[in-house]
């Protein structure tokens, strides 16, 4: 059952969803599976623009996180609220449709598409004219194709995937076939883009262009930004803030210098090494 506690600062309320307000306010989260407890109380917000990082050891509820954020898991207790509307209950193609994007740990890309027809796919849920509308109103939906290219082909170049366009998503290099997968997340023009550890399986040049790009599409796009990720290091060269969990407990959120020299992380990291 939703809880809804009296110390939320802000109401969901649509007409308040002003500039000021986070895009996401998460209150209380609790997550179980039978006995496990994979989310206990968690509570955060991320800002209009923000790139906002979760870090924890293995099982801390990262993944729990980002779906209960997408609606494929329903958290038992708690209030998810995206720019004033409530997420809990709705199905996960409802919340992609509100503006929730997410990237893959595994690419998430059509192997026999080429790129851009799975950038294409990415912008689905903006299409208007289905293919019966398409024929009687082709000028219409002429228009409309027209327009979704222009939009993917804006994506390709801040991306630079340029040299990829006609490429089967199967035949890219991975850190390119990564790159893709952001691509067809930015395609959906997200509110909020969910990136599941986005360098996992990189090199160290691999590793430093997604910085880059991740650089690139904040200051081009302003989107806000949720990062799940193991390598500290990226971490803490991106985040604003950073919120630790561990079993489940946010033990500690605030900017990267804050948490990289918190006494409960630094436990919560060599307590799970020993
Ligand atoms: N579908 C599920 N059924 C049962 N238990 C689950 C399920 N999903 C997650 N859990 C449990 O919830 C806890 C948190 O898991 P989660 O995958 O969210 O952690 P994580 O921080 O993403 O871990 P990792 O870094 O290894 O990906 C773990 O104890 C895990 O076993």
Request: aromatic share 8%; charged share 15%.
């Given at each position: 059952m939703e809880r809804v506690t009296t110390s939320d600062p802000a109401p969901a309320r649509e007409d308040e969803a002003g500039t000021d307000r986070?895009?996401?306010?998460?209150?209380?989260?609790?997550?179980?599976?039978g006995g496990v407890t994979a989310l206990d109380g968690v509570s955060f917000e991320v800002g209009r623009g923000e790139l906002f990082a979760v870090i924890g050891p293995n099982g801390a509820?990262?993944?729990?996180?980002?779906?209960?954020?997408n609606g494929v898991y329903r958290p038992q207790e708690g209030t998810i609220t995206l720019d004033g509307e409530r997420l809990v209950g709705r199905a996960p193609a409802a919340i992609a449709a509100m503006g929730v994007a997410r990237t893959f740990q595994n690419l998430g890309l059509f192997e026999h598409l080429t790129l851009i027809e799975n950038l294409m796919l990415g912008r689905h849920h903006l299409m208007r004219t289905g293919f019966g509308t398409g024929m009687l109103w082709w000028g219409r939906a002429k228009r409309e194709e027209v327009r979704h290219r222009a939009a993917v082909e804006e994506i390709v170049e801040l991306l630079e995937l340029e040299p990829y366009r006609r490429?089967?998503?199967g035949l890219l290099p991975y850190g390119v076939a990564k790159r893709a997968e952001l691509g067809r997340a930015?395609?959906?023009?997200?509110?909020?883009?969910?990136?599941d550890e986005p360098v996992a399986g990189m090199n160290l040049e691999e590793t430093e262009d997604t910085a880059r790009y991740l650089v690139e599409v904040r200051r081009e796009l302003g989107l806000a930004m949720i990062l799940v990720e193991h390598d500290m290091r990226l971490v803490m060269d991106l985040a604003d803030r950073v919120l630790a969990l561990d079993f489940g407990v946010a033990i500690a959120t605030g900017k990267?210098?804050?948490i990289q020299n918190h006494p409960a992380v630094i436990e919560?990291?060599?307590?799970g090494a020993r």
């Open positions: 986070p895009i996401l306010e998460v209150r209380d989260l609790t997550l179980r599976f509820g990262k993944t729990s996180i980002f779906n209960c954020l490429m089967p998503a930015l395609a959906m023009e997200p509110s909020l883009l969910l990136l990267p210098s804050e919560a990291y060599l307590g």
